[in-house]
């Protein structure tokens, strides 16, 4: 008996120190790379990026490179079979690392390349304007004031 309980006793410390390892990434790329990326406000880097993480669930997920449209979008990560409740306990257990990457792409979309000057930019300011008058008054348009009313004097 004094075989199997020394034999238990020197496997027992193995066995813990043997355990499996979940790992979690999460990696963003863009199209193009370069991008900066916040994940739940918290600033990882430019792209493509990787981070570990924690918790399955939603994140807000931003992007923002010059030249381009910037992005919010919230992002799933979802849990794999062998990270559920009661399952992640025997995946833990298992003398192995288990990677789990989570990957989200997103395609870039380039700013307007003509800008219009500030004149006109204005000119279609003041048109839309009187097109909402015009909705907003059953189709009566009111006259807007003119753009450079110089004070009256008193």
Request: with cysteine.
């Amino acid at each position: 008996m004094r075989p199997r309980l020394i034999a238990a006793l020197a496997v027992a410390p193995a066995a813990l120190v043997l355990t499996g390892c979940l790992e979690r990434t999460i990696r963003v790329t863009s199209d193009p790379p370069g991008a900066i990326v916040w994940l739940n406000d918290t600033e990882l880097g430019r792209t493509p990026v990787e981070t570990d993480f924690t918790f399955f669930g939603v994140y807000d997920v931003r992007l923002r490179l010059e030249g381009y449209e910037p992005v919010t979008s919230s992002r799933k990560a979802k849990a794999p079979f062998y990270e559920y409740p009661g399952i992640d306990l025997i995946a833990e257990a298992v003398p192995a690392r288990i990677p789990t990457l989570i990957e989200w792409h997103f395609d870039l979309i380039p700013l307007a390349e003509t800008r219009l000057s500030k004149p006109q930019a204005e000119g279609e300011l003041l048109d839309r304007a009187r097109e909402m008058r015009g909705t907003l008054n059953e189709g009566t348009p009111l006259p807007l004031p003119p753009a450079e009313a110089s004070p009256s004097p008193r």
